[in-house]
């Protein structure tokens, strides 16, 4: 498992000075481009979360399509999308949540979820943690079970997952810088 992690790791870019001064932007886009990277990512989160009983990917808008899109394929289960305001069509749950300067919100379907999913929340990458909390409170809002919160990449000197334990979500992630 080590090695997969280092193996993952070593697919992510680093790009210094993006989008701002000062900010090292950690880069999935290498990761995505090596198919032996990529399947690896995939498969070390399947291992993981096999024989758990998870029904549902809840994927964080927009980089936690890739991963949750691929992940539900690969464990054979459904993948229930989390957008910002306006992407989803028909009848919608709303979860808002605070950013460090304003706020922001979290849709799903309405009737995306039941009380008998188990459900699994995958995003790319781990800062503040915020926006996942706000996804535990919209699933849990439909009765739904949230297994834990996977992720690829985490930045831990943001409290992401200090924040997250907090709210009570448990939290995996594959690698850290």
Do not use: W
């Amino acid at each position: 498992m080590e090695s997969a992690t280092t193996d993952i790791r070593d697919s992510i870019g680093s790009i210094p000075d993006y989008p701002k001064p000062g900010i090292i932007f950690r880069d999935i886009t290498p990761l995505l481009q090596n198919p032996d990277a990529f399947r690896l990512t995939i498969n070390t989160l399947k291992q993981r979360y096999a024989g758990q009983g998870i029904t549902q990917i809840a994927a964080v808008e927009a980089r936690g399509f890739i991963f949750g899109s691929a992940l539900a394929y690969a464990m054979g289960c459904g993948v229930t999308l989390l957008r910002k305001p306006g992407k989803l069509p028909g009848k919608v749950t709303r979860q808002n949540y605070e950013l460090e300067y304003g706020s922001d919100e979290l849709q799903m379907h309405e009737n995306a979820l039941t009380e008998n999913d188990r459900v699994l929340i995958v995003d790319d990458l781990l800062a503040t943690g915020g926006t996942v909390v706000a996804a535990s409170q919209l699933i849990k809002s439909s009765g739904a079970d949230v297994v834990e919160a996977a992720f690829v990449v985490s930045l831990p000197e943001l409290g992401g997952e200090d924040k997250l334990q907090q709210a009570g979500v448990a939290c995996y992630t594959l690698c850290q810088f």
